[in-house]
C-alpha cells in the first residue's frame, strides 16, 4: 500500500475568510485557481488542493492508494483569536471528506497553534472518529514560546 502521509487540503471557506483579509496571510482568487500570499511564500493551489474528486485522480494517476489529509499553510492560528473556530470548520471539512473516502482518507487534525489545547478546535462530536492524528507544533516549540510533548497518533501526550 502506498500512503502519502501529508496530502494537504484546502476547505473553500478558509479560502474566502483569507480572501476578504486586508493583511497576509491572504488568499487571492485567480482565473485558474488560487494564490496563497504568506510572507515570502507565494504559491499557486493545484486543483487538488481544494477539490477532493481531482485528489481522488490525481491519487489514483501516481499510483497513491491512501492519503492523510491536512490542510496547509497558513494555519487558523493566523488569524489569532479567530483561529480555534476556524481550525474547528477546517478540521470538519476535512472530517466530511474522509467520511466520505474512508477506504482512501484518514484526517491529521490541525489545532491552531496559538492554542493548541483548546477544546473547540477539536471535530465536532459527528467527526471524531475520522480524526487518525493530530499535527504537532514543529519539534515541540510553539509561536507562545512554550514547548510542547511530542503527539501520539491518538492526539495525546
Not at 489529509?69 to 478540521?91: F, K, W, Y
Amino acid at each position: 500500500m502506498v500512503v502519502d502521509c501529508q496530502s494537504h487540503v484546502f476547505e473553500p471557506r478558509w479560502l474566502e475568510h483569507l480572501a476578504a483579509r486586508a493583511s497576509e496571510p491572504r488568499a487571492v482568487r485567480e482565473e485558474t485557481g488560487w494564490r496563497i500570499e504568506y510572507g515570502a511564500m507565494r504559491h499557486r493551489l493545484p486543483a487538488w488542493f481544494t477539490d477532493i474528486e481531482a485528489k481522488l485522480r490525481a491519487m489514483d494517476a501516481a499510483g497513491i492508494d491512501m492519503a492523510l489529509l491536512t490542510p496547509n499553510l497558513p494555519g487558523p492560528e493566523t488569524c489569532g483569536s479567530e483561529g480555534v473556530g476556524l481550525a474547528r470548520r477546517v478540521n470538519d471539512w476535512v472530517a466530511e471528506r474522509v467520511a466520505a473516502h474512508p477506504d482512501r482518507f484518514a484526517l491529521v487534525v490541525t489545532p491552531p497553534l496559538n492554542d493548541v489545547d483548546a477544546p473547540s478546535r477539536r471535530p465536532s462530536a459527528g467527526h471524531a472518529a475520522w480524526a487518525h492524528a493530530r499535527s504537532r507544533c514543529t519539534r515541540g516549540h510553539r509561536p507562545d514560546g512554550r514547548t510542547s510533548a511530542p503527539m501520539t497518533p491518538s492526539g495525546r501526550r
